[in-house]
């Protein structure tokens, strides 16, 4: 059974363009986080989107979320080298202990 | 203000061993997670807790055993290591009110 599934797993990318990362989950969740993880280190909060039609933004990072659709995504404008790293989308679980059940990740690299 | 510790940073075992991993958090905060992550994967959740003295299974609990005595730690045990534990274990907590998980630094566990 896939749970939480993200596209692509690998992204490699040019600085200055756009791209999106797709997040379909299939749960009847509200509530969808992104994280952040560099090489070899932990994860890094990066979104949490609580509601149908949720938009947040930080910087060049983008993130919304239809719970409708059971779709997130988060879009990458004009891609810099320092946001090279792995993202993971993850909802959480229905019941109070607010389980986080993860995608595998989209390896992102952006090249100068 | 630490955050979330863990203890050890890497250990490498033998098959058949035993061992104890420790996670410390000084945020008071009521819950808190053990999750695993493998090559390719995204976070798995071990077992986890939603106050001092409980403890739930999460995911892949097999093999593991966790305590919450002090409401400020967490540990993870396993009994008699196997090769299949070979992984980097992260410890999180949250707050009971808010949604955001805040990570340890990862324990990079080999069994031999």
Redesign the interface.
Known sequence: ELK?EQNP?FLSMQEGKNYTIYCNYSTTSD?L?WYRQDPG?????LF?L?SNGAVKQEGRLMASLDTKARLSTLHITAAVHDLSATY?C?Y?ERG??????????TKLTVNP | NAGVTQTPKFRVLKTGQSMTLLCAQDMNHEYMYWYRQDPGMGLRLIHYSVGEGTTAKGEVPDGYNVSRLKKQNFLLGLESAAPSQTSVYFCASRWTSANIQYFGAGTRLSVL
Request: without cysteine; proline residues 0%; charged residues 25%.
């Open positions: 939480v797993l509530r986080y280190k932990s994860l890094e909060s949490v609580l993971f993850a959480g109070g202990s607010e389980k986080l059940v993860f995608g595998k990740g």
